[in-house]
């Protein structure tokens, strides 16, 4: 029986399978979005096995007993045959992914510069990111994480302001931002926080400011990115030629050298999502911007951001066994919740482990910063939308709430005495 559908899928999703060079912004016009709903093993044959082995499936996601695939037109009448032979069910959630895309193209720019309005392209993060360098010349400097596969830079601001007792060495924090290309709010709310550092006259956020040496990137896969913003909206990999396949890229976020494709990832060079790469670390992304990390002294604390389950993870994903500070690092994350939360009243689920609340993913920079720096305080925030989706006009929203989420997690290390 399981066979058997296996097979009519794979006759039907064979012949369709898309091309992969198109030339111009993919409008996702009459894609699908589905829910699918079933006993969660048949669930994962069915999506993982078999749906995303064999067809172009741009966007999926499993939550327990729940499941979420975006669909081409194409192949809809094969996915929905295969979701009834799978004894699955599955409904539509939204029926034209294009409506989506569309709502986002046109925030308001400022000319010749920059705001938290639109999303704006790696150029302009990183001319924004040479304007402040050059506006604060006593604050800040560039610095340069790593390079990209198109050969782009990876390129941050150091934050460390003059201490009055200049033999001081302060706490590092590194801030990781848009390691998934369609994450965009990520970038956006790391440009704003940036600007709330420099800017704000609250005395708590200056004291934050100034307590740490901050090292932020925020958009550590600029090609992908780039390609997410001029080619295809739900881009998340890098954009390198994987060897020995026509397909491109690797998830950045499973390519780390730690526990590599042991879950949640896999060696198809042509999945959407979760292609760990060819070896650890085959990403010159990956492999740079963890060179860079490695080499920072006196590194108290790693944030990434991420979009969109609305979460705060802690170490490890790929594990339910905990660090040995894991009750110091919820009840830091707790408070950076409640911060938060103050913001808007939104409510983010965790703190707590992936394997606990989403599922386990391997070859992660959080799990490989914990483990091979022994980093203390390392965490991945989950952002807030809708497939991505988060309307320009909100950003400050998001910047807002990651601004006290970050005061929230810094006044909790130190009563926890982490500096
Ligand atoms: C550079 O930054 C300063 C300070 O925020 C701002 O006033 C100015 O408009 C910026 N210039 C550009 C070209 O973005
Ligand atoms: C400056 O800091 C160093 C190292 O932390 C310390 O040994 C020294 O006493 C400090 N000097 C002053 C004037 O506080
Ligand atoms: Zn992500």
Known sequence: ?????????????????????????????????????????????????TMTELAEIPFHNIRGSVAHALIAPELAETFEEGVRLANLVASVEIDDYSEIISLERGGTRRSGGFSWTAYYDVDDIYRYLRN?????????????????????????????????????????????????AREWITPATTTYFINQ???????NIRSLRDQFDWHIFPTVNPDGYHYSMTWDRMWRKTRSKSPGSLCFGADPNRNWDYNWLQHGATSDPCNYQTYGGSKPFSEVETKTLSEYVASLENLLAYVAFHSDAQILLVPYSDSEEHTDNYDDLIKIGKTSLEYGKKVNGEEYGGPATA???????????????????????????????TYFHWPEHRIPEQGDEVTQMMLGLFAEARNLGYY
């Open 355 to 385: 394997a606990e609340i989403l599922y386990k993913a391997s070859g992660g920079s959080m799990d490989w910063v914990r483990a091979k720096l022994g980093t203390p305080i390392v965490y991945t925030y989950e952002l807030r939308g």
């Open 197 to 203: 550092l420099l800017t704000s006259d609250n005395p």
């Open 132 to 180: 402040v360098s050059d506006w604060w010349p006593d604050l800040t400097e560039l610095v340069v994480g790593g390079k990209s596969y198109e050969g782009r830079q990876i390129l941050g601001l150091r934050i460390n302001t003059p201490s009055q007792n200049k033999s001081d060495n302060k706490p590092v924090v590194f801030i990781e931002s848009g390691i998934h």
């Open 1 to 49: 029986m399981f066979l058997t559908y296996i097979l009519l899928v794979a006759a039907a999703f064979g012949t369709s399978y898309s091309a992969i060079i198109q030339n111009e912004y993919k409008t996702y016009k009459d894609y699908k979005l589905y829910r699918i709903e079933g006993e969660r093993q048949k669930l994962q044959n069915f999506i993982l096995q």
